[in-house]
């Protein structure tokens, strides 16, 4: 049956009605067009926060597993996959970089010679694309008296990239682009320069190797 307005308060309703749904209308279409500008990351590497435990890398160091004697990082050129470095060391502070104190991280007593691959993971690649790498670290020594720091550089498919970073703080985090050109596997590597012992400890954590896609 017709419907008739009774009055002006009825259409002015129904015109506030009209409106919102076209202004609902314009802003969903202005969503949609903007998200085909959106990209989602595409993570490659495998195990990057050490969640998983002692699996999906290499490294030089010797591992060191649930610390069931005392001071098990106590010896150079050792690591162990943990939530707490002091549990592993008594002169070592420091904890997980996403989930202190619950999360784990690897922690490093650092070896004196050059070019220590603390961590290397060969990872699968898409050719001509732009990724990626970055990884957290910190100093975990508990010294306040001058020592060596963890001197981390990272290398891609053999080449050793230009920078060596100083770990003498808190976390922080190391992060460069990489090029994979024809490659479909790239070969990842952090490795320490600091040839000075005594100090020279650290953690590593969430490492990572990404790129973008667009969002669907």
Same mark, same amino acid.
């Given at each position: 049956?017709?419907?008739?307005?009774?009055?002006?308060?009825?259409?002015?309703?129904?015109?506030?009605?009209?409106?919102?749904?076209?202004?609902?209308?314009?802003?969903?279409?202005?969503?949609?067009?903007?998200?085909?500008?959106?990209?989602? =990351?595409?993570?490659? *590497?495998?195990?990057?926060?050490?969640?998983?435990?002692?699996?999906?890398?290499?490294?030089? *160091?010797?591992?060191?597993?649930? =610390?069931?004697?005392?001071?098990?990082?106590?010896?150079?050129?050792?690591?162990?996959?943990? =939530?707490? *470095?002091?549990?592993?060391?008594?002169?070592?502070?420091?904890?997980?970089?996403? !989930?202190?104190?619950?999360?784990?991280?690897?922690?490093?007593?650092?070896?004196?010679?050059? $070019?220590?691959?603390?961590?290397?993971?060969?990872?699968?690649? &898409?050719?001509?694309?732009?990724?990626?790498?970055?990884?957290?670290?910190? !100093?975990?020594?508990? !010294?306040?008296?001058?020592?060596?720091? *963890?001197?981390?550089?990272?290398?891609? !498919?053999?080449?050793?990239? =230009?920078?060596?970073?100083?770990?003498?703080?808190?976390?922080?985090?190391? &992060?460069?682009?990489?090029? &994979?050109?024809?490659?479909?596997?790239?070969?990842?590597?952090?490795?320490?320069?600091?040839?000075?012992?005594?100090? $020279?400890?650290?953690?590593?954590?969430?490492?990572?190797?990404?790129?973008?896609?667009?969002?669907?």
């Amino acid at each position: 049956f017709p419907v008739t307005i009774q009055s002006t308060f009825e259409r002015i309703i129904i015109m506030r009605g009209l409106i919102i749904g076209l202004l609902i209308m314009l802003t969903c279409h202005h969503c949609i067009a903007q998200c085909e500008n959106c990209e989602t =990351p595409i993570e490659v *590497a495998i195990n990057g926060d050490f969640e998983a435990g002692n699996i999906g890398f290499t490294s030089d *160091a010797l591992f060191v597993p649930a =610390p069931n004697i005392l001071c098990p990082l106590c010896p150079e050129n050792r690591y162990a996959i943990g =939530p707490n *470095a002091q549990e592993y060391h008594n002169n070592f502070s420091g904890l997980d970089h996403t !989930n202190p104190g619950f999360g784990n991280f690897m922690i490093c007593n650092g070896d004196s010679l050059p $070019n220590a691959e603390v961590w290397c993971q060969t990872v699968n690649v &898409s050719p001509t694309t732009l990724y990626t790498f970055s990884f957290w670290a910190s !100093n975990i020594t508990y !010294n306040t008296e001058p020592h060596p720091y *963890a001197q981390l550089q990272m290398r891609i !498919n053999g080449v050793l990239l =230009p920078d060596v970073y100083e770990i003498d703080g808190d976390w922080e985090q190391i &992060s460069v682009q990489w090029y &994979s050109g024809n490659n479909d596997q790239l070969t990842l590597c952090i490795l320490n320069q600091q040839t000075n012992g005594g100090g $020279n400890d650290f953690g590593i954590d969430d490492i990572s190797f990404f790129t973008y896609r667009d969002w669907e």
